[in-house]
């Protein structure tokens, strides 16, 4: 691994990594904050971001305005690349398939099967990484926004037991009934929708027996891709489940890290209370 970026934040360190992944055959960057306590020696939780459609390590951590709220509580916070990136990665004209748009899917379908292993890397070889190399426990949360948010809820619910707290931005919440997850899910993972469906948050609620993480969702009511969203659904399908959820519908509010930075200390101190609780 390499250390690539190094910066002061609220009495912590934000830093970026980057290292050769075996999950996508590439190399793969990282963000993470370590708080002071983490610098101070003590080991600390982790609390996973994953971002939306274009983004990279970057827009997070200079954006979201998470750095205060997981000094606050004494949490690691880390935040992946949303893809394998590099001229042998294959890559699509669109800004919602290939690099930049992983979905957070192991991909069966050529030519994105090689690379594109981002369930794998998010869930098992990043945190193997992390617990590894920095002072960090494997009590875990996982959140994220829009094709993110869509990650955090599929990671949490595919690996009971592995995450202590959920919650999620403006996520795609039911990806095999709108556009942009019909387009990815079939490119990725090839055109049967029942294989679509261990991939989708509000099919896989049916099936969470051993998971009952409470959901926390904000989603803006300005957001102009509520479409393509439809928290609804994962609503609707948490309520025939008897699966806790709160879904927060925030006036004014669009898709922007301006929506995420409004509430982030809201989330990371529900996340707090799980993984210091």
């Not at 306590?37 to 459609?53: F, H, I, K, N, T």
Request: overall charge negative; charged content about 15%; proline content about 7%.
């Amino acid at each position: 691994m390499e250390r690539i970026e190094h910066h002061a934040s609220f009495k912590g360190r934000q830093e970026v990594w980057q290292h050769a992944s075996t999950s996508t055959g590439t190399d793969m960057k990282f963000g993470i904050y370590l708080p002071p306590q983490a610098l101070a020696g003590e080991r600390c939780p982790v609390l996973y971001w994953l971002s939306g459609l274009t983004c990279s390590e970057q827009n997070f951590i200079t954006k979201a305005g998470a750095q205060q709220y997981a000094a606050q509580h004494g949490l690691i916070v880390v935040a992946p690349d949303t893809s394998p990136r590099g001229p042998g990665v294959p890559d699509d004209d669109a800004y919602d398939l290939g690099q930049g748009a992983g979905f957070y899917v192991n991909a069966t379908q050529a030519p994105w099967a090689a690379h594109f292993r981002m369930q794998d890397y998010v869930a098992d070889e990043l945190p193997a990484l992390v617990e590894q190399h920095f002072p960090a426990t494997d009590v875990r949360g996982i959140f994220g926004h829009s094709m993110g948010g869509h990650g955090a809820l599929i990671t949490a619910l595919r690996h009971p037991g592995r995450y202590r707290s959920v919650s999620a931005f403006a996520p795609i919440a039911a990806p095999a009934q709108v556009p942009w997850g019909q387009k990815a899910l079939t490119a990725y993972l090839g055109s049967d929708p029942k294989v679509w469906a261990d991939w989708d948050a509000a099919a896989l609620i049916a099936q969470a027996r051993a998971e009952r993480l409470p959901l926390l969702i904000d989603q803006g009511e300005a957001d102009e891709f509520l479409p393509q969203l439809r928290p609804d659904l994962l609503q609707a399908a948490c309520e025939k489940a008897g699966h806790p959820i709160t879904l927060r519908m925030q006036p004014g509010y669009d898709h922007s890290y301006y929506f995420i930075a409004s509430f982030m200390g809201e989330h990371v101190a529900h996340h707090a209370a799980a993984l210091r609780g």
